[in-house]
T-cell receptor
């Protein structure tokens, strides 16, 4: 089955802790994206990558980091510098202009 | 002014009704337009792309008005299963970055 997987479904972060959200796709898509969704707000772009070993900041990159060592994988790290990390995190991939989303990870702060 | 604006709703309609949503965008250079559907606590899923000539997919019709910078979605013969939030999505100018509206919530009742 082709698709995008994200794990874990729920993640709890303690103060001062870095956490990493996984995103994997087997659609052979070149581009991958990370978004954050807060209640009542549209999706906001955190980081994106058009090709392996290259990525760019989106609109709200502060407090986050990414890597793109493999075409299939685009993990997102939420660092302790992100002061308000509680949100729904969505990973997407695209081959042309259309983006397809994974099921998301809900991050909660303890 | 927001880059993409939608009426948040909710639109409460009976089964079988016809309902229409509009969305306005601010960047006249935008070239790609989409409607996504998002169920509660789930990821957005592509409903349809929107083409200049307008397009139809079963009970769903999308229209684009470049002069007035708005797109619309018409749903005919509403089903209970159409209850969801509908996201208007537009690319940012000459980039392939997508801007998501905050969504219009539709509730179809029996």
């Amino acid at each position: 089955d082709g698709g995008i997987t994200q794990s874990p479904k729920y993640l709890f972060r303690k103060e001062g802790q870095n956490v990493t959200l996984s995103c994997e796709q087997n659609l052979n898509h070149d581009a991958m994206y990370w978004y954050r969704q807060d209640p009542g707000q549209g999706l906001r772009l955190i980081y994106y990558s058009q090709i392996v070993n290259d990525f760019q900041k989106g609109d709200i990159a502060e407090g986050y980091s990414v890597s793109r060592e493999k075409k299939e994988s685009f993990p997102l790290t939420v660092t302790s510098a992100q002061k308000n990390p509680t949100a729904f995190y969505l990973c997407a991939s695209s081959k042309a202009e259309t983006q397809y989303f994974g099921p998301g990870t809900r991050l909660l702060v303890l | 002014r927001k880059e993409v604006e939608q009426d948040p709703g909710p639109f409460n309609v009976p089964e079988g009704a016809t309902v229409a949503f509009n969305c306005t965008y601010s960047n006249s250079a935008s070239q790609s337009f989409f409607w996504y559907r998002q169920d509660c606590r789930k990821e957005p899923k592509l409903l349809m792309s929107v083409y200049s000539s307008g397009n139809e997919d079963g009970r769903f019709t999308a229209q684009l008005n470049r002069a007035s910078q708005y797109i619309s979605l018409l749903i005919r013969d509403s089903k209970l299963s159409d209850s969801a939030t509908y996201l208007c999505v537009v690319n940012r100018g000459y980039t392939d970055k997508l801007i998501f509206g905050t969504g219009t919530r539709l509730q179809v009742f029996p």
